[in-house]
Nanobody, 123 residues
Framework: QVQLVESGGGLVQAGDSLRLSCAAS????????MVWFRQAPGKEREFVAA????????YYADSVKGRFTISRDNAKNTALLQMNNLKPEDTAVYYC????????????????WGQGTQVTVSS
């Protein structure tokens, strides 16, 4: 089992950057694929980015490709989401999730979730 805690959200203006962190505790962090999802009010949870156990493979939603970068530090049990050139449509609660496999955007397959961190981008 792993516990996840997100941080780093906030209120920014369009074009600004934020870096989200997901701190993990419990079972070996490097055993998990790490994923970021987001959910805006009234919308379904949406896949944002994922990273393989070693960090060698990354995956992005088309809407964030070229602006967001996912990374991980297995020595520090942390996954990061660097978000650049933020847009108002990026406003959402951002969640990190973990599982033993990569399931793409099928959020119901991911076993472990953080509590979420709010990102608000004003125009």
């Amino acid at each position: 089992q792993v516990q996840l805690v997100e941080s780093g959200g906030g209120l920014v203006q369009a074009g600004d950057s934020l870096r989200l962190s997901c701190a993990a505790s419990g079972r070996t962090f490097s055993s998990y694929v790490m994923v970021w999802f987001r959910q805006a009010p009234g919308k379904e949870r949406e896949f944002v980015a994922a990273i393989s156990r070693s960090g060698g493979d990354t995956y992005y939603a088309d809407s964030v490709k070229g602006r967001f970068t996912i990374s991980r530090d297995n020595a520090k049990n942390t996954a990061l989401l660097q978000m650049n050139n933020l847009k108002p449509e990026d406003t959402a609660v951002y969640y990190c999730a973990a599982s033993d496999r990569y399931y793409g955007g099928s959020y119901y397959h991911y076993n472990y979730w953080g509590q979420g961190t709010q990102v608000t981008v004003s125009s």
